[in-house]
T-cell receptor, first 113, second 115 residues
Framework: RKEVEQDPGPFNVPEGATVAFNCTYS??????FFWYRQDCRKEPKLLMS???SGNEDGRFTAQLNRASQYISLLIRDSKLSDSATYLC??????????????FGKGTKLSVKP | NAGVTQTPKFQVLKTGQSMTLQCAQD?????MYWYRQDPGMGLRLIYY???????DKGEVPNGYNVSRLNKREFSLRLESAAPSQTSVYFC??????????????FGEGSRLTVL
C-alpha cells in the first residue's frame, strides 16, 4: 500500500456543485495532516491543516478519521477559481523528530461554467 | 516579501553536464527542502536540511548533492545530469521544528530538461 493515496481524478463538476476528495494513509503513527492546492505550472500552497475534530474554512471542510486512516476535503458551492490539483500531505513524525512530509499524487479538479 | 526564491527557472542540459540549483529564503526558517515533481509521481523529497549545518537524504537522493550554505540558502547540485533527472524541482522552507505545525513555503520551481 502506498504511503499516501488519492484518487487522481479528474473531477469535472459544474459551478455551484459540492465535491469531496478522499485520501488514505498507511502509517498509523502519522501525526499531522494537510491539504495543499497546486495550480497548473505553479508551486503548491497550503490550503488548510486537518485537525482531529474536523475544521472548516469558508466553503472548505476538512475531516480526519484516524481509525480508518483517511482524510477528506469537501468543497461546497464550487467556483471556477477552485480548479486546481489538491494534494493530501501527511507528516510521519513520531516522538521528537521533525518527521517527513509525504505528498499524495494529487486530485485534479476542473470546475466548469 | 520574496519568500522562497529559486534560480534558474528553466534550464536545458546535455547528459553528463553539471549544474547547481540555488534556493534562498528570507523568512528565517530553520528547515529547507528539495523536491522533484514528475507527471504521475507527485512530489518526492530529494534532500532536506532540518537546521543550519545538517542535511539528510530523502526518498530519491541518488545523483544529487546538497549544501546548506547558511540559514538562508540551500543548493542542489547535479554532478552528471541524466535524462531521468528531467523534472520540475521545488525548493521549500518551513519554520517549525515540531511536526504538527509549520506550513511549507515553496519556490516557484525550476524546470530542468536533460537531453
Amino acid at each position: 500500500r502506498k504511503e499516501v493515496e488519492q484518487d487522481p481524478g479528474p473531477f469535472n463538476v459544474p459551478e455551484g456543485a459540492t465535491v469531496a476528495f478522499n485520501c488514505t494513509y498507511s502509517n498509523s503513527a502519522s501525526q499531522s495532516f494537510f491539504w495543499y492546492r497546486q495550480d497548473c505550472r505553479k508551486e503548491p500552497k497550503l490550503l488548510m491543516s486537518v485537525y482531529s475534530s474536523g475544521n472548516e474554512d469558508g466553503r472548505f471542510t476538512a475531516q480526519l478519521n484516524r481509525a480508518s486512516q483517511y482524510i477528506s476535503l469537501l468543497i461546497r458551492d464550487s467556483k471556477l477559481s477552485d480548479s486546481a490539483t489538491y494534494l493530501c500531505v501527511v507528516n510521519t513524525a513520531s516522538g521528537g523528530s521533525q518527521g517527513n512530509l509525504i505528498f499524495g499524487k494529487g486530485t485534479k479538479l476542473s470546475v466548469k461554467p | 516579501n520574496a519568500g522562497v526564491t529559486q534560480t534558474p527557472k528553466f534550464q536545458v542540459l546535455k547528459t553528463g553536464q553539471s549544474m547547481t540549483l540555488q534556493c534562498a529564503q528570507d523568512m528565517n526558517h530553520n528547515s529547507m527542502y528539495w523536491y522533484r515533481q514528475d507527471p504521475g509521481m507527485g512530489l518526492r523529497l530529494i534532500y532536506y536540511s532540518a537546521s543550519e549545518g545538517t542535511t539528510d537524504k530523502g526518498e530519491v537522493p541518488n545523483g544529487y548533492n546538497v549544501s546548506r550554505l547558511n540559514k538562508r540558502e540551500f543548493s542542489l547540485r547535479l554532478e552528471s545530469a541524466a535524462p531521468s533527472q528531467t523534472s520540475v524541482y521545488f525548493c521549500a522552507s518551513r519554520a517549525a521544528l515540531t511536526p504538527n505545525t509549520g506550513e511549507l513555503f515553496f519556490g516557484e520551481g525550476s524546470r530542468l530538461t536533460v537531453l
